[in-house]
């Protein structure tokens, strides 16, 4: 989510999906929201029923383009060169929007001297080093002038840079940066002010915009070739639909109207995907459409709690609310000098050592204390990529022993899927709870690229799994909303919640471990470990759970809200709860597990994630519960004009009452409430009150929406046009760079990438999600209903490709990528045409990524092409474009796959109990 | 000797042989007639119409066929699938349109499967929709070729006919159908029939001010030998297109005049009997 | 001569079976219980019910701002992932190089995979790198999953096996 925080200040959806009915314009690109969301889709259509336009591109024409006013076919991973097509039309045209680009971005500041841009150094910015394939922003002169720390390294800094731009190497190489920097640029950052100027930031600045390093100036330079006809020629479309596009993304934004911009996986299973966001990003700042109704961008994430998991990371480099994961080198070393170097003196980050400080109290209680730096020393360091992609490959060569799948298939689901079941073969141990025996379950004996059973080690523990209408908890959504699902019925025989497991495993544990005086043991003796209910759990009808052993959730959400260890709750006796992320305290005297949550549960009995409350308020307040704080808008200070005056009457969001003194609104305020629109922070003010009250973007340090990024992207300031790992073309912009430079590789026998364009893979290939199906089929391929719906792995392509290597609309055909190759029936569609692209024809084929080897219906596994590389922010695959060839035929070899479980047409014929005859289900009637 | 539960069964089966009564229901053009307005311009072909129906109702999945017409794997209507989206790709170089609709029974106001009915199982409910009773219905078919719109069929699996039963069950407790709440682009809409066409007209009005000048309403009013179906559509392509038919023939219409041809048939038949045998009697000594 | 309509508007009344006359819901006297969607990020909210202790219908809530009571499919059959004749039930092993999965009580499974854990990290763990540099940590067990898992299940995941056992690899396939 580094794409979404470079830009704005925190790497999640900027509004809520109710709100796409308020825009006028919605541009849906690297997402097919009818298709993958439909529900969210149905926002979009109120709008495009009041007259909205709805612009759909897509390399595929799918059913949301089937839904939209304007369709653009383009080819997949051209992304960066469309939107930059746009910014390019937007800035030649004078179309921004002015008032909002001076006041609320980085528009006017100016970067230093020694920045060099793409198209000064043929495709790479200044600082890389071809070496490492990596940045080095402190040599690019990436950062401001005029900022503070000019000259003054900061304490913990390893490699201090003049503008306090700092660069961590951890020892091994890079690890991929998923958190710090995600919300605003903790870590590396940082601008802080000079002097008591009255523009937010303190930097230099230039407001005619006409500075030629001003980042307004620099984002024209960097954008200028990529003209209506050049972007065409690298994406396949026409000049014309570009303009298009521009013009109604133009027209509809202002003062006076809004637009917005979805996207999904489409954009981030790229390895440039945290920069085609930011380009997204850049486009919004531009034309005035952040933090005001009907704007933003709109991230749809993919599962139940994505949002969540990263929010509350099962991530190796993060920990709670985008702290990162210390690592193992001086600048984590002890907790102060962590502080140091991932706080910001200025903006809402410099409050971080009361989140680490409240986190490491909420996790080893009293053992942690002010005089062991709250025994900072446990947690686990990092000191190269422990992601997902890099631990399977070392999985394969049998540097691991066991490991936890919860919930997950990479068996089936994983990029290079092949690759990802070698890892599963070469465990000594491995753990699966599900609900079903996946792919991943019965990856020793189902898999047809395995050796038979006798030939595989691995010992495999299978836990079955609680639904979700079978244990409460809650999800965190795509619009940032906690919703608490209660618990209904309790699961069937040794079905147990994934916090059953966890719970009981952890007591097993510390039971094996009890009397250990091992310092390595001390951190799980020491653990606070207790969330058992205070009284039996009772089901929803009355009946008392028969489960034992299930942790009180409740209890875990109220841990992660945190509460005071001083003051007790007057009506319980219990610690205090705390009413939000205000309070925390670095002393010691609060523990909170997960800051941004703050405030989810601020009062025993008042969770606020299971509020279920409708107002007339459009923005919902009481339905869940948004983080940060409740606010359903983020920035949406930007909604009132610098004096706090709403842009217009149809537009309004939030405004400054003079009266009250404060901001109102129907939204919370993301924004000091009291601070008014005329604040200047005086010199040398540090955390919030160095925001002025007209510095929207509270998240960074200067306050402002960043055009240029000094961070925390590691590919770069500027979003820039590179071709996708594997294209069938070089780079027309760039000819020297083709991929981006900062593309991390995993090369092997198991993993082979085609680097240049070659004639043995000519046609580019893009996977893609069903309506009917989700993932890998573990929550699809198991149910007669959706399957019924889509029986049968296919490949769609178009009927000129067709004919060419003479394959049939629903005869079969075999994909090849230099990773594997799969059978698929083919779908013969006019929905997918070849693009001309640089003067010659570019075919292309999409691949839905449903099937596997487990499960009702059964199929090719599309992930057995895709490639295992990674982008350098994010450790992010690019599952989403490769290169392939297609011809007529089956694969030879083993016999085709039979389903491993029979086709079950009813999910039950048991009578409903306690109901009469007459009002049961009518195909029980038969 | 006959066990007591089938001498039970059988007395509880009497009432259904000889109706002690018979239940009012309101007249066709009734207010309180309820019915389905679909809006195809609205359908983004999800399907969750077809999920949540065969959830409801619990009904089985029919089987696993890859049938290459578009996204369509279920094929049609039957005694299982009581909602069907059908799809159609009409793709041109400037990439045209992908037709999408969920299909359903029409519950017509003079439906020729309760015309045909020769048990009486087929009967307009208090909702004014047309409801297949299970218990009754003696699998004969004879609906299943009375329907023009290939709505109805008969179960593989039990024999008897079924189909929509416009969430009767849930009706009765004020609930709307389950395909229709679960829309999650209201192109299902449900309500007493009346609003919906008003509604469905002023929709229309809508697309064409927007330019869509191909809108037009499906069955809203009299469509072939029909008048105003109580499942009605919005289309924007020719009715052939979402697979429904164009003039949809009535075949009670058929009926008199194939009662007359046979009536005449028989009286030639028995005049040219009678002038045969007469003319033999005559010859006869 | 036979013009329509054949039939007046005008319906007699039906004969109605006993059981037609009887029709009502299943969900009378059932238990509603307030749930939010498994499947996309949409986060639809959703009205499960129960009836003598088993699961009878799950639909879109009405009340929910987000999806008014709709579902897509997969929601809509988000009753069918409960209650599936393919669910396991029972706790499962399979023993290396075995060809078939054993049923196993569930507390026997726990206890294996606590020592099997135990083992590996006390091999694997390591308190510093060669520069002498804090570590604290094990790169021999991993653990996968959460996107599809409540925020408490995730807090718990990330609390034992990175605060408590010192484990590195703690994953999902939430990126960017």
């Known amino acids: 989510m580094p794409g979404l925080g470079a830009s704005f200040g925190r790497g999640a959806a900027t509004n809520y999906q109710q709100d796409l009915a308020n825009s006028d314009c919605v541009l849906f690109m690297g997402s097919n929201m009818a298709e993958a969301h439909p529900v969210g889709f149905r926002w979009p259509l109120k709008a495009q029923a009041r007259g909205a336009k709805l612009i759909h591109v897509d390399p595929r024409f799918t059913r949301t383009s089937a839904m939209c006013d304007v369709f653009v076919p383009i080819r997949v991973g051209s992304d960066i060169a469309f939107l930059g097509g746009l910014i390019n039309y937007v800035l030649t045209h004078e179309r921004h929007f002015a008032e909002f680009v001076l006041a609320y971005t980085n528009a006017a500041t100016i970067v230093e001297d020694e920045f060099r841009d793409t198209e000064d150094l043929g495709g790479v910015f200044s600082g890389y080093d071809p070496k490492g394939r990596e940045y080095e922003p402190a040599k690019g002169g990436w950062g401001y002038q005029g900022s503070e720390a000019e000259g003054k390294a900061r304490k913990g800094g390893t490699t201090a840079h003049p503008t306090g731009y700092r660069q961590r190497k951890a020892g091994g190489g890079s690890h991929g940066m998923h958190g710090y920097g995600l919300m605003g640029g903790a870590s590396s950052h940082g601008q802080p002010r000079k002097n008591a100027t009255d523009v937010p930031g303190g930097c230099h600045r230039d407001e005619t915009l006409q500075h030629p390093k001003c980042a307004f100036q620099l984002l024209k330079k960097h954008y200028a070739r990529y003209t209506p006809e050049a972007v065409a020629e690298v994406c396949g479309c026409a000049p014309e639909q570009v303009v298009r596009v521009a013009e109604l993304l133009c027209q509809n934004s202002g003062r006076d109207r809004t637009g917005m911009i979805v996207y999904a996986v489409g954009w981030t299973q790229h390895t440039t995907g945290v920069q085609i966001i930011r380009a997204a990003g850049i486009l919004q700042l531009l034309l005035g459409n952040v933090g005001r109704p009907g704007g933003g961008v709109m991230a749809m994430r993919g599962h139940a709690s994505i949002q969540g998991s990263t929010d509350i990371p099962t991530l190796y480099d993060l920990l709670p609310g985008y702290l990162p994961q210390p690592a193992a080198d001086k600048g984590h070393e002890n907790l102060d000098e962590y502080v140091g170097h991932e706080g910001l003196p200025t903006g809402y980050w410099a409050n971080t050592k009361k989140f680490v400080v409240s986190l490491m109290k909420a996790w080893y209680g009293e053992a942690a204390t002010a005089r062991n730096h709250y025994r900072w020393k446990w947690l686990p360091r990092i000191d190269r990529d422990y992601s997902q992609l890099p631990f399977f490959r070392d999985m394969a060569q049998g540097k691991v022993k066991g490991y936890f799948l919860l919930g997950q298939n990479p068996a089936g689901g994983g990029p290079n899927a092949g690759l990802h079941r070698e890892g599963l073969r070469n465990l000594d141990w491995l753990v699966v709870m599900d609900w079903f025996l996946t792919d991943s379950a019965n990856f020793w004996k189902d898999a047809p690229d395995g050796p038979p059973p006798q030939g595989v080690k691995t010992e495999v523990f299978f836990f079955p799994a609680a639904a979700a209408p079978e244990k409460e908890g809650s999800f965190t959504n795509t619009q940032r909303l906690l919703q608490w699902h209660d618990k209904a019925l309790d699961p069937p025989g040794d079905c147990r919640s994934d916090a059953w497991l966890v719970y009981n495993l952890g007591k097993k544990l510390k039971a094996l471990y009890r009397g250990s005086r091992k310092a390595k043991d001390q951190s799980l003796l020491h653990l606070t470990w207790d969330y058992e209910f205070d009284e039996p759990p009772h089901l929803p009808d009355g009946t008392p759970s028969l489960i034992a052993g299930e942790p009180d959730v409740s209890k875990v959400l109220q841990e992660i809200n945190g509460h005071s260890l001083t003051e007790t709750d007057p009506s319980t006796g219990k610690p205090k709860l705390l009413s939000g992320f205000a309070e925390l305290k670095d002393d010691g005297t609060t523990a909170c597990g997960c800051w941004i949550y703050s405030g989810v549960f601020p009062a025993y009995g008042r969770n606020r994630a299971r509020d279920r409350e409708r107002t007339d308020n459009p923005v919902e307040p009481d339905w869940g519960w948004a983080w940060p704080h409740n606010r359903r808008v983020m920035y949406n200070r930007c909604s009132a004009d610098p004096d706090g005056k709403p842009w217009s009457e149809r537009k309004k969001l939030l405004w400054w009452d003079e009266q009250q003194h404060k901001w109102v609104g129907p939204d919370q305020p993301d924004f000091p409430p009291d601070t008014p629109p005329h604040y200047r922070p005086p010199p040398d003010a540090t955390g919030m009150d160095a925001i002025g009250g007209a510095a929207p973007f509270i998240m960074k340090p200067d306050g402002l929406g960043w055009l240029f990024a000094p961070g925390p992207a590691k590919d770069g300031p500027f979003p820039t046009h590179y071709e996708p790992v594997e294209s069938p073309v070089g780079n027309l912009f760039y000819p020297r760079q083709p991929d981006s430079p900062t593309t991390r590789y995993f090369e092997g026998p198991l993993n082979r990438i085609a680097h240049r364009p070659t004639p043995e893979y000519p046609v580019v290939a893009c996977t893609f999600r069903l309506t009917e199906h989700y993932l890998s089929g573990p929550m699809s391929r198991f149910n007669s209903w959706l399957n019924e719906l889509q029986p049968e792995m296919f490949v769609e392509l178009s009927p000129e490709l067709a004919a060419d290597r003479g394959i049939e609309h629903g005869g079969w055909l075999v994909v090849r990528s230099p990773r594997g190759a799969i059978e698929a029936r083919a779908m013969v569609t006019r929905r997918l045409r070849p693009l001309r692209v640089q003067g010659q024809t570019v075919h292309q084929i999409g691949i839905p990524f449903h099937w596997g080897y487990a499960g009702e219906t059964v199929g090719a596994v599309a992930n057995d092409l895709t490639s295992l590389v990674a982008d350098p922010n994010v450790s992010m695959h690019e599952g989403k474009v490769f290169v392939c060839q297609v011809t007529a035929g089956r694969l030879d070899g083993p016999a085709p796959r039979r389903p491993t479980e029979p086709f079950a047409p009813w999910p039950t014929r048991a009578a409903v109990p306690d109901t009469p005859r007459a009002a049961q289900p009518e195909g029980h009637l038969t | 000797m006959i066990p007591l539960a089938v001498l039970t069964d059988i007395a509880a089966e009497l009432p259904n042989a000889f109706p002690p009564r018979r239940t009012p229901v309101p007249d066709a053009d009734a207010d309180e007639v309820m019915g389905f307005f679909t809006d195809a311009t609205l359908c983004i072909g999800c399907k969750a119409c077809e999920v949540a129906c065969k959830q409801w109702n619990q009904l089985p999945a029919d089987g696993l066929e890859f049938t290459g017409y578009s996204y369509d794997n279920t094929k049609h209507l039957g005694a299982t699938t009581w909602r069907h989206v059908a799809f159609k790709e009409k793709i041109t170089p400037d990439f045209g349109k992908w037709l999408m609709v969920s299909d359903v029974c029409k519950h017509c106001a003079a439906a020729p499967c309760q015309q045909s009915c020769p048990t009486g199982s087929i009967v307009y409910n208090e909702f004014g929709s047309v409801y297949v009773q299970p218990d009754i219905c003696n699998g004969c078919g004879y609906c299943v070729v009375a329907c023009p719109f290939g709505v109805i069929d008969r179960s593989m699996i039990d024999g008897h006919a079924h189909k929509c039963t416009l969430c009767f069950d849930r009706q009765t407790e004020g609930m709307e159908p389950a395909c229709a709440k679960s829309c999650p682009t209201d192109s299902i809409q449900f309500g007493p029939i009346k609003q919906l066409r008003e509604r469905a007209r002023e929709r229309v009005e809508r697309l064409h001010e927007q330019g869509r000048a191909d809108a037009y309403l499906y069955g809203a009013d009299s469509v072939g030998d029909y008048g105003p179906l109580h499942s009605f559509f919005l289309l924007e392509d020719h009715p052939h297109e979402y697979n429904l038919p164009v003039a949809p023939p009535q075949p009670l219409r058929n009926q008199a005049p194939r009662y007359a041809a046979g009536l005449a048939v028989g009286a030639a038949l028995a005049a040219v009997a009678a002038f045969v045998f007469g003319r033999a009697a005559r010859a006869a000594p | ?176």
């Open chain 3, 1 to 176: 001569m036979f013009g329509l309509p054949l039939l007046p508007n005008r319906r007699p009344p039906q004969p109605y079976s006993r059981q037609t006359e009887q029709k009502g819901s299943r969900l009378r006297g059932a238990t509603l219980t307030k749930s939010v969607c498994p499947y996309c990020a949409v986060g639809c909210g959703m009205n499960v019910y129960t009836k003598g202790g088993t699961l009878i219908d799950i639909e879109g809530n009405p009340d929910s701002p987000i999806n008014e009571g709709t579902l897509c499919p997969k929601g809509a059959n988000s009753f069918q992932l409960a209650v599936n004749p393919h669910r396991q039930k029972f706790a499962l092993h399979r023993k290396p190089f075995a060809d078939r999965w054993e049923r196993v009580p569930l507390d026997w499974a726990l206890n294996r995979v606590a020592e099997r854990v135990k083992e590996a990290r006390d091999e694997g763990f390591r308190q510093k790198n060669e520069k002498g540099v804090v570590l604290n940590h094990v790169t021999t067990i991993g653990t996968l999953g959460g996107a599809t898992l409540d925020n408490e299940e995730n807090y718990l995941i990330k609390k034992l096996f990175s605060a408590g056992l010192g484990v590195v690899s703690v994953e999902n396939q939430a990126r960017i």
